[in-house]
């Protein structure tokens, strides 16, 4: 017996992904500077990106997968960079990698769906 999760849930952590991702590149644009906003930036666009690949992701084969791998790989990457712009420690950095890899990971299930 094989459970998922429904593509609505994907739906709505995708649309709230984006949201966090406007509100982290409004701060960074308005309400922080040099590296910090430079970190919040970065993570809003990648997780703005992410989010909305997850959204087209859905309906499509491996979509599910995929679009899961975007969001977390996005909630990491972005998650470890904002913490670190609002002052958490700067080893997180060396977590941010991680975030990429399943971002990088979601593009290569899109594609091995799009095959089948």
Do not use: D, N
């Not at 087209?56 to 972005?78: H, K």
């Not at 958490?88 to 769906?113: D, K, M, N, R, S």
Request: charged share 5%; hydrophobic share 60%.
């Amino acid at each position: 017996m094989t459970t998922t999760v429904p593509r609505s849930s994907l739906a709505v952590f995708a649309a709230l992904s984006g949201a966090l991702a406007v509100a982290a590149g409004a701060f960074g644009a308005h309400g922080a500077s040099g590296q910090h906003a430079e970190w919040l930036k970065t993570g809003a666009h990648y997780q703005i990106v992410h989010a909305l690949a997850a959204l087209v992701a859905i309906g499509r084969p491996r979509g599910g997968v995929a679009g899961w791998c975007f969001l977390g790989g996005g909630a990491v990457f972005a998650g470890t960079l904002y913490a670190m712009a609002l002052g958490a420690p700067l080893w997180l950095g060396a977590v941010t990698p991680l975030g990429g890899l399943a971002l990088i990971a979601g593009w290569v299930v899109l594609a091995v769906g799009a095959l089948r």
